[in-house]
């Protein structure tokens, strides 16, 4: 058959208007269906009767022959042999169906379903065994097994079939269907054993609930107490949750045990994690507002924290920053609470705390140790008010530092002012005895010092104080206090002696200070004369710019000599100019001029404001030793008018600085000129050609080479304007002092006519460059 191609073809191609969808597929597929129509038979006689039976057996051998491992189809064969009152048959056909598969539940139960609808018990009895012993972790025949006995009142069987069960341990049903069974048999006390059995067998949170709601429904309060304790014990604390110690500690309220009942929170509290247990908290707060007082209330509102800290604690018990905190929450507490508890709870957590002993022989953590025994002795002086056993506290502490290597110099000062405050005062001072024989430092001299003095011993502090300067003899600091103390009973002979000694020590460290202290101390007692001889004696052994500056500042105070200050100023500014001190030479010559703001006249005002230096940057190479790179580096340096090469430096800097602004101002000049000159040869554009233009604007050689004869006058009209420009660049350049005459070519126009290019931007740096390296920019 031939068909032509082109009559087939799709002529057009839009969307249908009706769409098939799957859905619609499938939905005429089960309109079309033929549906088989059940059939009515009307049996007439026996005969017709047997026709059907032998048909309809032979209609489901042939689904078996088909599907032989189709147990529904087994089933619905031996159903409908039961009907037909065949039982035999249906035997037959269920036996052959577990031939196939016995592992299948539904079948064993409806062979034993069909059973005992015909009563046959005994047949029953037998599928039950034999189905318990080939599946024996399936519960639902042992719990049909066992409930046919009972059923059948044979009890006896029936416990036993449960006794076996039980041995399988398949889950808590099997225990709980045998308690049942025990119950409705009023055996209570066997009911119990099988919960004992059940608990220790399968310990789960549910069978404890199950047991505990049997005793308490039998009113057994005791052994109901006894399983919550067992749960406790038998299972780990990571199945026991906040509810389970809310049931508990319900049941003991429900009892009027609250004491019980609050151990139980307080335990629970400790045991469970802090994120686990808000719930539990919860209630123990509402427990603690119902029954306990107020004193109880503050404490339970306090043991969240604890439990806490403690579990802190177990993580690391060398953090003493936890100890810290947690004693200080104790303190903080003390007056809220029971003072005597809390005192004892305080004083517990502090020799905790101090039996830990830093593994690391550090300053570091061992400074953190000794604050900790600082702490508890000022807890027993102010808030036990046990003195006693601070200085117990004190005497230990000094006994573990003996045998390490630490020294504290603030314990033995601590445990000195105890004891003054005792009015103790010889056993404080036997303690700073002891405290300069193992450990002679500065602040325990000053503070023995101090001691003495607000005692009045001015004899004993004066043995304290030799015996300091005679420790640190290069201290300047130990002499200082020596001389303030004598200047304080009104001795300045003795001050001045010991001055004078102290100034004399060649290796005194920080002698400065000691002149400082000195010369104040004569201004002080208005000594100018020794004040200024101090100065003199100073500066004969060094020239620092400060004591020029303290000197000048002396003699403009309190000798009120302007000319003496200026002398000394000027002395030290040439000391620093020869030193090359730059910024030291500069804070001289700021001083003196405020100085003459205040006394000078107009002109030596404006003399010394000459004199001030000015700011430079300047560049310096720097090599990289890694890469043997060179780094330009910018810094910041003075320039003095009064220095000669600088001050040269400086008038090259201004007159490049006046050059490179007159270049800018005749580049402008240049520009405006270009500007108006297109403007002119625009306007001539209609009688000249484009190219003639093109020449007088560039200048180029390439241009004048190509242009036409025609174009030359136009040309000798434009190198008449360049020379006048070159003219006048000249006559500027005649006027600067700047020796760079190579930037001054580059930006006139001489150089047009014969082809070259303005340079105006490449030359101007050099043309402003100075002998000191500083460029136009940062001459600005």
């Not at 049942?180 to 009023?186: A, L």
């Not at 006027?735 to 150089?751: A, R, V």
Request: charged share 40%; with cysteine.
């Amino acid at each position: 058959m031939n068909f032509n191609s082109k009559k087939l073809q799709v002529k057009n191609k839009n969307a249908a208007e009706v769409q098939i969808t799957a859905e619609q597929l499938i939905n005429e597929a089960l309109e079309l269906e033929e549906v088989e129509h059940k059939v009515n038979y009307n049996l007439i006689d026996e005969e017709e009767l047997n026709e059907y039976r032998i048909n309809k057996r032979k209609e489901y051998e042939d689904k078996i022959r088909k599907r032989r491992y189709m147990i529904s189809t087994y089933i619905k064969y031996g159903l409908w042999e039961i009907k037909q009152k065949d039982i035999e048959r249906c035997r037959s056909i269920f036996e052959r169906a577990l031939n196939i598969d016995y592992t299948n539940k539904n079948l064993w139960l409806k062979y034993i379903e069909v059973e005992l609808i015909n009563k046959n018990i005994n047949s029953a009895r037998n599928l039950l065994e034999r189905v318990v012993l080939l599946l024996p972790l399936e519960n639902i025949f042992w719990k049909k097994y066992a409930h046919l006995e009972e059923i059948l009142n044979n009890y006896v069987n029936a416990r036993n079939i449960y006794e076996r069960w039980i041995k399988f341990k398949i889950d808590e049903s099997s225990f709980l269907c045998y308690i049942y069974f025990e119950e409705r048999c009023n055996e209570i006390n066997k009911c119990r054993e099988i919960f004992e059995r059940l608990i220790v067998s399968i310990p789960k949170l549910e069978c404890f609930y199950k047991f505990i709601k049997f005793e308490k429904k039998y009113k057994n309060i005791v052994r109901a107490r006894a399983a919550y304790e067992k749960c406790i014990e038998l299972l780990p604390s990571c199945y026991i949750d906040e509810n389970f110690y809310i049931h508990f500690c319900n049941f003991e309220e429900e009892q009027n045990e609250y004491e019980r009942c609050k151990k139980i929170y307080i335990e629970a509290l400790k045991i469970l994690p802090k994120n686990k247990s808000e719930l539990l908290y919860k209630n123990f707060l509402q427990f603690q507002k119902k029954y306990a007082n107020k004193d109880e209330l503050h404490e339970s509102l306090l043991i969240k924290e604890r439990i806490f800290y403690e579990d802190e604690l177990k993580k690391n018990k060398n953090d003493y920053d936890i100890w810290f905190n947690y004693i200080k929450l104790e303190e903080s507490n003390i007056n809220n609470i029971n003072k005597e508890k809390c005192i004892i709870r305080i004083r517990d957590l502090y020799e905790r705390a101090i039996s830990i002993i830093p593994i690391i022989s550090s300053k570091k953590f061992w400074k953190r140790y000794i604050y900790l025994w600082i702490n508890y002795s000022i807890f027993e002086e102010l808030y036990a008010q046990n003195i006693q056993r601070a200085r117990d506290v004190y005497n230990n502490i000094i006994k573990i530092l003996s045998s390490y290597e630490f020294t504290f110099k603030k314990i033995f000062i601590l445990y000195a002012t105890f004891e003054l405050r005792q009015l103790n005062v010889n056993k404080a001072r036997s303690i700073f005895n002891n405290a300069l024989q193992t450990i002679p430092n500065e602040k325990i001299f000053e503070k023995f010092c101090e001691f003495e003095l607000k005692l009045g011993n001015i004899r004993e502090c004066r043995n304290v104080y030799a015996k300091y300067v005679e420790a640190f003899p290069f201290n300047s600091k130990a002499w200082i206090s020596m001389i303030n103390f004598e200047l304080s009973l009104d001795e300045v002979e003795r001050a001045r002696q010991i001055a004078e000694i102290a100034i004399n020590l060649d290796d005194m460290k920080l002698p400065e200070l000691i002149w400082k202290n000195y010369i104040d101390m004569e201004i002080n007692l208005q000594e100018y004369d020794n004040a200024r001889k101090l100065y003199d004696r100073l500066l004969n052994i060094t020239q620092h710019y400060k004591v020029y500056k303290s000197y000048a500042e002396f003699t403009y105070i309190y000798l009120d000599d302007i000319e003496m200050c200026r002398k000394i100023l000027e002395e030290g500014i040439e000391f620093c100019k020869k030193n090359e001190l730059i910024n030291e030479r500069c804070i001289l010559l700021n001083f003196l001029c405020d100085i003459e703001k205040d006394y000078g006249d107009k002109e030596i005002i404006d003399k010394t404001l000459k004199r001030l230096p000015k700011k430079v940057k300047k560049r310096k190479i720097i090599k990289n030793n890694d890469n043997d790179d060179e780094i330009i580096e910018e810094y910041i340096t003075y320039v003095f008018p009064d220095d000669g090469n600088q001050s040269q430096n400086m008038k090259i800097l201004e007159k490049a600085l006046e050059w490179k602004k007159k270049m800018e101002d005749m580049k402008k000049k240049k520009e405006d000129h270009k500007k108006e000159v297109n403007d002119d040869n625009v306007d001539g554009d209609d009688n000249d050609d484009s190219e003639d233009n093109d020449g007088s604007e560039d200048n180029d050689d390439s241009k004048d080479n190509d242009d036409s004869e025609d174009n030359d006058d136009s040309k000798d009209n434009d190198d008449s304007e360049d020379n006048d420009d070159s003219e006048d660049n000249d006559g500027s350049e005649n006027n600067d002092d700047s020796e760079d005459n190579e930037g001054s070519k580059d930006n006139d126009g001489s150089k047009d006519n014969d082809g070259s290019e303005d340079n105006d931007d490449s030359k101007d740096n050099d043309g402003s460059e100075d002998n000191d390296g500083s460029d136009d920019d940062e001459g600005k």
